[in-house]
């Protein structure tokens, strides 16, 4: 058998290796998507604004979203933010939503280290 028929299966195997390894690049350490934006004005309750709650450290890096267009006069853009839920963090998307009553304005949720110890305070409508 001679080198040059050997080629032809050699090149086909190798190339068809190649492709079921595929080639992923990023950058930094892995980060699933975020959850899809909840539905237009679907705040659930919770805890008043400003409750703080004692977490077991800082959240995740906070995820770059795109903010939709408007779904009408009155709306106001909620960013997303991680929450403390259920002993973990979760992702809250950000989502369009109306005030409750006319006049409230939306505080955001937010993370602090605060007398030595991460604390979660929580964001809502005031």
């Given amino acids: ?4 028929s050997l080629a032809h299966p050699v090149v086909i195997l190798s190339t068809g290796l190649l ?3 595929g080639c992923v690049i990023g950058e930094g350490p892995y980060q699933p998507a975020p959850p899809e934006a909840a539905p237009v004005g679907t705040e659930q309750p919770g805890p008043p604004p400003g409750t703080e709650v004692v977490v077991v450290g800082p959240p995740p890096p906070v995820y770059q979203e795109s903010i939709t267009v408007s779904p009408g006069v009155g709306f106001v853009w ?8 259920g002993g973990q ?8 939503a109306r ?3 006319p006049g409230m304005r939306w505080i955001a949720a937010r993370y602090v280290f605060l007398r030595g110890r991460h604390v979660f305070i929580h964001g809502g409508w005031r």
């Fill in 1 to 4: 058998m001679s080198l040059r």
């Fill in 19 to 21: 492709l079921l390894t």
């Fill in 78 to 85: 909620i960013p997303g933010v991680w929450v403390w839920g």
């Fill in 89 to 96: 963090w979760v992702w809250q998307a950000g989502h369009w």
């Fill in 99 to 101: 005030p409750p009553r």
